[in-house]
């Protein structure tokens, strides 16, 4: 991938995780009718500042879409994942089906809706675990991005242990578990952003990982 377009696409990363956090936090202060502790990210999709919310599920969505290619571009050839690459591209798709079903509430298809929303959830957040930990133990091994290598990789275990507790301790807040488990998925991309960026600083580099 040609430097600049790395760059744009890092940036767009960046910006989107930013802009995701950023809606996401504040919700949490200013929705009073939602317990921030036990109550997951979905329903805050609608209602007062529901639509900012969806906005930035999408813009996660393509920013997710974005790292599918950056991230398989910037890798050297012999590092390459497209297992991770495809799993990114899944988690991309399915992160607007999370938010749109949402919409349905209170419709004659309700049912049908909150069965979709769910599994396209559960897609999002399992494809994106897999292909975080692909990534990180991928780029380890290739020489221009070793370094800083091992916080991506503890980042994305422990995003994805924060997932798996959702499932087998249910004794956990499950609000509170899903957010951490988000948090951490953004730090990822941030992380993920950086390496990026450093792949774009020596054109000799960008070139031979085309």
Excluded at 37 to 43: E, H, Q
Aim: glycine share 6%; aromatic share 10%; net charge positive.
């Amino acid at each position: 991938m040609h430097p600049t377009r790395l760059r744009l696409a890092s940036l767009f990363l960046l910006s989107a995780s930013a802009y995701f956090a950023l809606v996401a936090g504040i919700l949490q202060w200013t929705r009073s009718d939602l317990d921030p502790v036990a109550i997951p990210l979905s329903p805050y999709l609608v209602g007062p500042g529901g639509a900012w919310l969806r906005s930035a599920y999408y813009a996660m969505a393509l920013a997710i879409l974005c790292m599918a290619v950056a991230g398989y571009r910037a890798t050297m050839p012999a590092s390459r994942s497209l297992l991770a690459a495809i799993l990114f591209g899944g988690a991309g798709l399915a992160l607007p089906v999370v938010a749109v079903t949402e919409l349905y509430l209170g419709t004659p298809h309700e049912s049908a809706a909150q069965l979709i929303h769910g599994l396209a959830a559960q897609a999002t957040f399992l494809w994106l675990s897999f292909a975080m930990l692909l990534v990180s133990g991928r780029w380890r091994r290739d020489p221009r991005l070793q370094r800083g290598s091992a916080t991506g990789v503890a980042l994305a275990w422990l995003a994805t242990a924060a997932l798996w507790s959702m499932v087998f301790a249910r004794s956990l807040p499950h609000g509170l578990m899903q957010k951490l488990t988000i948090a951490l998925v953004l730090l990822w991309m941030c992380w993920a952003v950086r390496q990026l960026w450093r792949t774009t600083q020596d054109p000799a580099d960008a070139q031979s990982a085309r």
